[in-house]
């Protein structure tokens, strides 16, 4: 469905269930070069028992409009928007990756309206390498299959991703070039990378939050590895840690093992 935010149309995926604002709402941030589709499993099996779901395309990404976000806060402020014009007053936040630190700055200014926080291969600082920096605005094609070499742990997925034998580099680097490609006039890929690279505050962040946090990370992950966690998790007041055997990318690599750590969460939180 799409929603006017800041005078835009954004586009939320429901998990396949019409929207309601009186059920339990949980919103799904994706991370840099990705869309909603990467929440794909976990959408559609929340949506069918019980949960109404948002997994939001970021404005200016795919099928949403509007100018990208360039830095955390800003994206957290829009989180807020999205959430006001969908008449949803709280919700579950679950954010991989630079959605992480987004779902993580939008809690820590609103803790009261946050049910539970989810936070998927995250990391603070979430520093990007000066050399991915740079590739990432002057050669993206050899930034992203740098990206998805680093990000992987195997070439082809157990079932419940996108089928069993799916070809998860490949796939990633399509997703990649399409989100790259659905906007013409700003670098999606640079743009996220900044903002990762610059945001200060995730500490600082979590002392705010109130909510029980969930913390899922790949042993296997290269981008933001476990150990790069340790302060987040140190500051939160009321933390579950969930290890993946595997990469960055836990929606699709361990997808069944990510499902029941996130349902599992949400059930009990």
């Known amino acids: 469905m799409f929603l006017q935010v800041n005078n835009a149309a954004i586009y939320c995926y429901t998990g396949g269930k019409p929207f309601d604002a009186a059920k339990p709402t949980v919103l799904l941030v994706h991370g840099v070069l990705h869309d ?5 499993l976990q959408s559609r099996y929340l949506a069918h028992h019980g949960w109404n779901v948002l997994a939001v395309d970021m404005p200016g990404h795919c099928r949403s409009g509007g100018a990208p976000c360039t830095s955390v806060e800003e994206a957290a402020d829009f989180v807020w928007a999205l959430l006001d014009a969908a008449g949803v007053q709280k919700a579950a936040l679950v954010g ?3 959605g992480s630190l987004i779902v993580l700055e939008a809690a820590a200014r609103a803790p009261m309206r946050v049910s539970q926080l989810v936070l998927v291969g995250t990391a603070f600082p979430m ?3 000066p050399a991915l920096l740079e590739a990432s605005l002057n050669a993206p ?7 998805n070499v680093f990000s992987r742990s195997t070439l082809a997925p157990p079932p419940s991703a996108l089928g069993p034998g799916t070809w998860v580099y490949g796939a990633s680097l399509a997703l990649g070039r399409r989100v790259l490609a659905s906007n013409t006039e700003v670098n999606l890929f640079h743009t996220g990378f900044v903002a990762c690279d610059s945001y200060r505050h995730g500490e600082a962040a979590m002392e705010q939050v ?3 946090t969930l913390f899922v990370l790949g042993e296997q992950d290269q ?3 476990p150990k790069a966690a340790r302060g987040l998790m140190a500051k939160a007041r009321n933390a579950q840690v969930v290890l993946l055997p595997g990469g960055h990318h836990q929606m699709l690599e361990t ?3 990510m499902l029941k ?3 599992g969460f949400l059930k009990t939180a």
């Open 36 to 40: 909603h589709s990467v929440w794909i």
């Open 96 to 98: 991989h990756s630079l």
């Open 127 to 129: 520093a990007v390498a």
């Open 141 to 147: 094609e050899k930034a992203l299959q740098m990206v």
């Open 210 to 212: 109130s909510c029980p």
């Open 223 to 225: 981008m933001t590895p």
């Open 255 to 257: 997808p069944e093992p």
């Open 261 to 263: 750590a996130l349902t």
